[in-house]
Structure formats: C-alpha cells, structure tokens
C-alpha cells in the first residue's frame, strides 16, 4: 500500500510529539561512528523562519560523503546529517509569504540537515510540494529525479527514438534517468555490475521502462556492438561511476555525443582515450545539482516548473520513487550499514 505524505502525518500527529531529535556530528569521519542520535534545540523562529516537522529522509551517497568530509560544500560543525527530505510546515515567522502551517517542503538547497525531527529552516531553503505526492516520492525528489531531469534536457537535444547510455543504471539517478527518459520516448540503455540475482534486476529496471540493461563486462564484448543495430548509438552518456565503466560508456558514444559526469562511486578516474577525443570529437561535461539550484536561486521560475514535471510523472505513474526501504530513526545505524554495502539495490529512508 503507498501512503501519500498527507495520510502519513495525520497518522503520526495522533502520536504524543517528542522532543526534537537528530543524527548531530560534531567531527568529520565515518557515518557509524561519528553520528549521534540526540536531543537538539531549534534555532529562534524569527521573521523569516519556518518550524517544520520532518517526516521521511533518504540517506545518499553525498550525505555519507558531506559525513566524512569529502564534499565540496560542507556544514559548520556541529552540524546534522542529511540533505534531502520532506517535511510539513508547523509554524511560520510573520515575514514568512510562500508556506502556510500544514503545507509540505522539500528542500531547495544542500546542506539544511534533514535528519532531524523538526526544525527551523528560513524560507527560502524550502519548496513548497502538492500534498497528492506519496511520501517517498517527496522524501526523494530534490536530489535525484532533478539531476537526472537536467541531465536529460541541459546537455543534448534529444527527441524520440534517440538513446541515451548510463552506468550506476540502478541508482536512484539510474532509476530517475530510465523512467524519465522513456516518458519521453528515448531509448535507455542502462549498465550495471553483476550479481548472483542479475536477472530479478533486469527485470525491475525493465519494468520501469529500460530499453536494455547490460552488465560491465558483457558491455565490454564485441557483441556489444550488436545492440546499436537496434537503436542508435547514444547521443548522450551519463556517467556516475568514473574508471572503467566510464571508458566503455565513451566507446559507445556518438560521433560529437557528451558524457556528463555526476557522480564517482567507483573512486577512479575518468580515462579518455584519445580516440575518443581526435576520431569522434567527444564533449566531455560535468553537473551537480547543488550548483544549478545555486545558479537558479534568485529566479526560482525554472526550479518550479521542473518540481511541476517532476509531480506530474509522478502522478501519472510515470515515476515512482527508487526501490526502498524504510527505517525508523532509531534504527539509525542499520540503515548507515546498509547505506554504505554494495548491491543493496534499496534506498534506505529513515522515517523521522
Ligand atoms: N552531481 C550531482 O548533482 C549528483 C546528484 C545526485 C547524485 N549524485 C551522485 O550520483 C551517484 C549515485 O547516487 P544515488 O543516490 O543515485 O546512488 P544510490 O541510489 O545510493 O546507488 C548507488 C549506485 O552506485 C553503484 N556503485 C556503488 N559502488 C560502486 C562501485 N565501486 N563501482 C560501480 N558502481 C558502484 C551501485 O551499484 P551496485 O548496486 O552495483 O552496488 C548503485 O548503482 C553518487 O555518486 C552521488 O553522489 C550526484
């Protein structure tokens, strides 16, 4: 059964509130030693300030990354855990136009520390978000179904039947680019690592729309080639892993296509045969999310209309939330755990 974020809060408002809690690090290091379940105090409401009660957060790469100190943004110290989430408005200061007591937000911005019960975030940090949208889709939203909505429009003009090719292609990114993508009509071809339960992948990326799903090393093969007589070769590779993965993304590009780097969960480098550079004139790009809200922050027209996409795939059951699994904030450390294991394949989502 799904829950919309609505139903959820009514449900836990019936509950006595404790006090405000949160996942505090007070120094930089690994997730499961240096987060602490604690009481916190919440900042003065003031003019600006919205007390918003948190309900669901996502733990993501970036956020273990931000954890030990290997991000490009980084909080002051103490700081709380967590960047993405979604919320519901309790209370807001009397300069405070855009969000009313019961509306949902997600965060506009990196950094806020969304795991925590509640807090006090200023205004415009928070996107207000339709209440029809299930709880994990909103928890989920801010960060990878709009890096994977950017991906697909900033880089290359892509129209129906073009193809685009992915690595990491059952990452939350993954998941976002495939169903985006095929709602648009272009073709995915999605790479994964191999597994003892490859097939029951398969057929889950499949089932959210995947062209094709080929693993690393069946894409390094000379049958490879065998799939572009079907499709044609991507215009555009999307590139969350780095090191090899990344080479053989390169090697099935377009003559003049772009590969965007976003993310480097193998920890190597982007190797770029010269070929690649001199015979196909490849372009070589790079995105984060964190920079373009940054970039668009003063005219938030352009942010909006992409939540307003977003909501309505999601309402035509065009996009669903990554596979997942919830966790109560108490059980902080197991879902940190199974967070940081390889091919879990769930996002872990701590209910607050
Ligand atoms: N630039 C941006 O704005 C932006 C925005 C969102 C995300 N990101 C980045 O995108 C990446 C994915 O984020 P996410 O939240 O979508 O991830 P996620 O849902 O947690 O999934 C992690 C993915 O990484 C793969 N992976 C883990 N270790 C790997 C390795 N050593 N080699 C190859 N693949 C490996 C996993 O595959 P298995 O199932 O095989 O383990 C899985 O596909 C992260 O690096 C994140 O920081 C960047």
Redesign the pocket.
């Known amino acids: 059964m799904r829950f919309s974020v609505g139903s959820v809060f009514r449900a836990m408002s019936a509950t006595v509130q404790a006090r405000p809690r949160g996942l505090v690090y007070e120094k930089h290091g690994e997730p499961a030693q240096v987060l602490q379940l604690k009481d916190i105090s919440l900042s003065e409401l003031g003019a600006s300030g919205v007390h918003v009660r948190m309900l669901a957060a996502p733990i993501?790469?970036?956020d273990i990354n931000m954890i030990q100190g290997l991000y490009a943004v980084l909080p002051d110290l103490p700081a709380v855990g967590g960047n993405e989430g979604v919320g519901r408005v309790e209370k807001t200061g009397i300069g405070v136009t855009s969000l009313k007591p019961g509306d949902l937000v997600i965060p506009a911005d990196a950094g806020l520390g969304t795991w925590q019960t509640e807090a006090v975030f200023k205004e415009e940090k928070l996107l207000k978000m339709p209440p029809d949208i299930p709880l994990v889709s909103a928890a989920t939203l801010s960060?990878?179904p709009c890096?994977a909505f950017r991906m697909l429009s900033d880089f290359e003009t892509l129209k129906p039947g073009d193809s685009v090719i992915q690595n990491?292609a059952?990452?939350?990114?993954?998941q976002a680019v495939i169903q985006i993508a095929a709602a648009k009509g272009i073709k995915t071809i999605n790479v994964?690592?191999d597994?003892p339960n490859l097939q029951e992948l398969v057929d889950r990326l499949k089932s959210l729309g995947a062209d094709h799903v080929i693993t690393e090393e069946a894409l390094r093969k000379p049958e490879a080639k065998d799939l572009f007589q079907k499709i044609p070769k991507p215009l555009l590779a999307l590139n969350?892993?780095g090191g090899k993965?990344a080479t053989e993304l390169l090697r099935h590009l377009q003559h003049k296509g772009t590969m965007v780097t976003?993310?480097?969960?193998?920890k190597q480098p982007v190797t770029i045969p010269v070929s690649a550079l001199i015979f196909k004139d490849v372009k070589l790009r790079g995105?984060?999310?964190?920079q373009w809200k940054r970039d668009n922050a003063q005219n938030k027209e352009e942010l909006d209309r992409m939540i307003a996409d977003l909501c309505t795939l999601i309402r035509k059951g065009q996009l669903s939330a990554?596979a997942c699994q919830e966790v109560p904030l108490a059980d902080y450390q197991s879902a940190l755990t199974a967070a940081m294991t390889?091919?879990?394949?769930a996002?872990q989502i701590l209910l607050l």
């Open positions: 993501n790469p970036s960060v990878n890096t990491a059952n990452s939350g990114v993954g994964v690592r597994r969350g892993v993965s976003y993310g480097g969960m193998s995105f984060w999310m964190t990554p390889p091919y879990i394949s996002k």
